[in-house]
């Protein structure tokens, strides 16, 4: 499906150059654009490998065991049954920091790190708990303090000011997080009314 799409685009430009009289135009960003693709792989790539390292790093000297337990109280409230300094807590911290710095390709190893550890606790591992689906939601929202990638790609587009978005992107990521939460949590709760009563102390058995 992807590759019809770029090349339904592909046909669109070339009709729409050629009826505008712009081909010699549109040759010249066919011929620039595998250049200016490198260069944006290049920058994105070493700011996510930069900030990867980092991470690592704080993960190795035992930093992140102590971020899960200060943050303990806040994880156990989102994640019900998580224990704390456990690597669930601490493969979420990292998701959560990852996160808040705008890394979402290096948050991703994390992420499924904890949502595996998520699942070996479940009744039915094939299905996702409730901790999970959180977690990939928190993921999908993007909680941003500071937005890393999008600032690189705007630097790399040109702009004089790259972090000028960053009052628009605390708004929308707060609001969405938020909203996720409650719909999560909300969801979750309708889901839980209906199982069996003895499902539920299997479910809170296993958490």
């Known amino acids: 499906m992807l590759n019809f799409l770029i090349l339904l685009i592909l046909m669109f430009s070339l009709v729409t150059a050629l009826f505008n009289g712009k081909i010699d135009f549109l040759c010249n ?16 790539g070493c700011s996510i490998c930069l900030w990867s390292g980092v991470m690592e790093v704080a993960r ?13 109280p806040i994880l156990s409230l989102l994640f019900p049954g998580i224990k704390k300094g456990s690597p669930a807590a601490q493969a979420v911290c990292l998701n959560l920091a990852a996160n808040l710095l705008g890394l979402g390709a290096a948050a991703a190893p994390a992420g499924i790190c904890a949502v595996s550890q998520f699942q070996r606790a479940c009744l039915d591992p094939s299905v996702a708990c409730d901790n999970s689906i959180l977690l990939i939601l928190l993921n999908t929202a993007s909680l941003q303090l500071i937005p890393t990638t999008a600032a690189m790609l705007r630097l790399q587009a040109g702009s004089a000011a790259p972090m000028e978005i960053l009052p628009a992107v ?10 996720g ?16 009563s003895h499902s539920k102390i299997i479910r809170r058995e296993n958490a």
């Open 181 to 196: 939460i409650i719909a999560a949590k909300g969801m979750a709760h309708i889901a839980n009314a209906k199982l069996p």
């Open 170 to 179: 605390w708004m929308a990521s707060v609001l969405s997080v938020t909203t």
């Open 29 to 44: 960003q066919l011929l620039d654009s595998p250049q200016k693709a490198v260069e944006l792989t290049v920058t994105v």
């Open 60 to 72: 190795q000297s035992g930093l992140l065991r102590f971020l899960s337990k200060f943050f303990s």
